[in-house]
T-cell receptor, first 117, second 116 residues
Framework: AQTVTQSQPEMSVQEAETVTLSCTYD???????LFWYKQPPSRQMILVIR??????QNATENRFSVNFQKAAKSFSLKISDSQLGDAAMYFC??????????????FGTGTLLAVQP | NAGVMQNPRHLVRRRGQEARLRCSPM?????VYWYRQLPEEGLKFMVY????????ESGMPKERFSAEFPKEGPSILRIQQVVRGDSAAYFC??????????????FGNGTRLTVT
């Protein structure tokens, strides 16, 4: 069974600085997707970025980028130029891409990011 | 285009009562997923439904929990005889019929169930 581990329960960053959130996962599959979701106090789950395992190039979305290391099964999220609105809980998630695969996501336990003004 | 709508936003039930959580997927979406988020934990998959069909219920507790997605109307997650351990945030998510990279999940804002 696949598992997702986020070893940093809490992180803090100064506004305008850069922060990296860690995520590791365990799987025997070769085809899958990885995601980072943001959950602000409103509780809404917002997709931040996604990565297909077959792509070597790291995904980037504006100030958000990932460092995907497939062999190490690592998928970290880098937030550049941090803003106060980035303060939230961040979840790493895994989705299988095998036959019959669905949008069944496996989530980590989350990292609570605080942004200091 | 309204997003995934869940109601109620907050629900309080006494032990032994029934809880009904509703989810209306995004327009054009026919796949619905329910996830549960216990305090201090990530979301955990419960069940995946298409219209009138349960596709995967591997994450559903064996007793007291049921889900449906009728041909007309919202998807319902039903919890009978609630216990304090059922207190959690329940999230619904939907996706369009075609799976794959271009169909990410869209989540609702969740229903927070409190059992007293």
């Amino acid at each position: 069974a696949q598992t997702v581990t986020q070893s940093q329960p809490e992180m803090s960053v100064q506004e305008a600085e850069t922060v990296t959130l860690s995520c590791t996962y365990d799987t025997s599959e070769s085809d899958y997707y990885l995601f980072w979701y943001k959950q602000p106090p409103s509780r809404q789950m917002i997709l931040v970025i996604r990565q297909e395992a077959y792509k070597q190039q790291n995904a980037t979305e504006n100030r958000f980028s990932v460092n995907f290391q497939k062999a190490a099964k690592s998928f970290s999220l880098k937030i550049s130029d941090s803003q106060l609105g980035d303060a939230a809980m961040y979840f790493c998630a895994y989705r299988s891409d095998y036959g019959g695969a669905t949008n069944k996501l496996i989530f980590g336990t989350g990292t609570l990011l605080a942004v200091q003004p | 285009n309204a997003g995934v709508m869940q109601n109620p936003r907050h629900l309080v039930r006494r032990r032994g009562q029934e809880a009904r959580l509703r989810c209306s997927p995004m327009k054009g979406h026919s796949h619905v997923y329910w996830y549960r988020q216990l305090p201090e934990e990530g979301l955990k998959f419960m069940v995946y439904l298409q219209k009138e069909n349960i596709i995967d219920e591997s994450g559903m507790p064996k007793e007291r929990f049921s889900a449906e997605f009728p041909k007309e109307g919202p998807s319902i997650l039903r919890i009978q005889q609630v216990v304090r351990g059922d207190s959690a945030a329940y999230f619904c998510a939907s996706s369009p019929p075609i799976q794959g990279y271009n169909s990410p999940l869209h989540f609702g804002n969740g229903t927070r169930l409190t059992v007293t």
